[in-house]
């Protein structure tokens, strides 16, 4: 074994290195071939291609054969849209149906290529702060009138105050030949008199037809009656006339009458009740048969009541008015005034009949002094033509005691 050990040692050994220790390399084969298939689409993406496929038709069409299908040319939309449009001459009507509203006014849509517009000034007769107020809204159908275009754009300015205006302007023109009393609020005024709104219409009344002395400032608010005196639509003059209204409900104030008041005012000697336009006095002795310490107690101001007419002196422009006659027991109009007012028509017809048998009494004391009247009264108190047995003065003849 020594032997063969050092015999094995003596032998020449190269060193050992990395290439020595790598595996041999396997033998080389050819490239296998590229294997080719087929997979099944899912729904979205079948969809997804067949929306595809459409669109590339779409648009291959649209190169090359843009009017294929097209049931008419360019030029007959044009003549289309010509045919189908408007009248647009100023002051002609037109139909439109409001799709907008600003702060503004309002767009319109008038079935045309023109757009429309309606400004706020123009939306109505009355001082507005938005269409809205006025009642135009998305969706109102309504018939405008055209007022003006503005050459920028082409736009047509459309207006309902112009078609209001005729329309207030007409109902005055009628109520004028009916001699109709109409009702006017006062806006404004200055030293000639005041300007009041009668039918959507601003109209002058002199101080001089005014039925009462007092100011514009004191006026300002209230409502009137007015007539119209001159109605101009072509120089735009509305004329009104307190004076003459008052003149027509005053010659209706018979003695006796009853009418419905509000109380105004309230003093130490009455309350004053605004009759329609007229003022009259409520006497505190015309309240109640029983004594009213403090008319507070029975009245307050913006009470509505009904009241009698006691008398009317026209030349003065005084009313005295009474509530006391109405009372169906004395002191009803303290306890229970609802009383009161639910029998004042009844109350005031037996005062009236009253007042005709205290008038035919008073004719009768008269006619006994005028026998050549023809007219006497009889011992029940009917006033009749004279019998032919009563005493004359033309028969010289006296009553004898049977």
């Known amino acids: 074994m020594a032997s063969l050990a050092q015999h094995v040692a003596g032998l020449p050994c190269p060193p050992l290195s990395g290439a020595s220790r790598r595996r041999p390399a396997a033998p080389r084969r050819p490239p296998s071939a590229l294997v080719c298939g087929t997979y099944a689409l899912t ?21 090359t054969a843009p009017m294929e299908g097209v049931a008419f040319s360019p030029e007959d939309l044009d003549t289309a849209v010509e045919s189908t449009d408007i009248d647009t001459e100023i002051g002609s009507l037109i139909k439109g149906t409001v799709f907008m509203t600003t702060s503004n006014g309002a767009y319109i849509d008038i079935q045309s290529k023109s757009t429309a517009f309606l400004p706020l ?4 007769l009355l001082d507005i702060d938005n269409v809205e107020d006025a009642g135009i809204r998305p969706g109102l159908v309504e018939e405008f009138m055209i007022i003006d275009e503005n050459p920028s754009d082409e736009t047509l300015i459309l207006s309902l105050q112009a078609i209001q205006q005729e329309l207030a302007w007409e109902r005055c023109r009628q109520l004028q030949a009916e001699d109709v009393v109409a009702t006017g609020k006062v806006i404004g005024g200055n030293k000639g008199g005041v300007v009041a709104l009668v039918e959507g219409l601003k109209g002058f ?4 037809q005014v039925s009462s002395k007092t100011t514009a400032e004191e006026l300002l608010g209230k409502e009137l009656p007015l007539k119209f005196v001159e109605v101009d639509e072509e120089q735009g003059r509305l004329v009104l006339s307190n004076r003459k209204a008052m003149a027509d409900s005053q010659a ?8 419905l008041g509000t109380v105004e005012s309230l003093k130490p000697y009455g309350a004053f009740i605004d009759i329609g336009g007229i003022n ?28 009698m007419i006691l008398s009317h002196d026209r030349e003065r422009g005084r009313v005295s008015l009474s509530t006391k006659k109405l009372e169906p027991t004395p002191g009803d109009m ?11 028509d009844e109350m005031a017809q037996i005062f009236r009949q009253r007042i005709a048998q205290a008038e035919a009494m008073a004719r009768a004391d008269m006619l006994r002094f005028q026998p050549e009247s023809g007219l006497t009264l009889s011992s029940e108190g009917i006033l009749g033509p004279l019998s032919s047995d009563s005493p004359s003065e033309d028969s010289g003849e006296e009553p004898t005691d049977e």
């Open 43 to 63: 729904k979205e993406e079948r969809e997804r291609e067949r929306m595809r496929q459409q669109f590339d038709e779409a648009s291959e069409r649209c190169r």
């Open 121 to 124: 000034d123009e939306a109505c």
């Open 205 to 208: 009344v002199p101080f001089s």
């Open 252 to 259: 209706q104030l018979g003695i006796g009458s009853v009418v």
């Open 280 to 307: 009259g006095l409520l006497h505190v002795s015309q309240i109640s048969h029983d004594r009213v310490a403090d008319i507070s107690t029975v009245l307050q101001p913006g009470d509505t009541l009904k009241v």
């Open 334 to 344: 303290i306890r229970n005034p609802k009383l009161v007012f639910e029998k004042a």
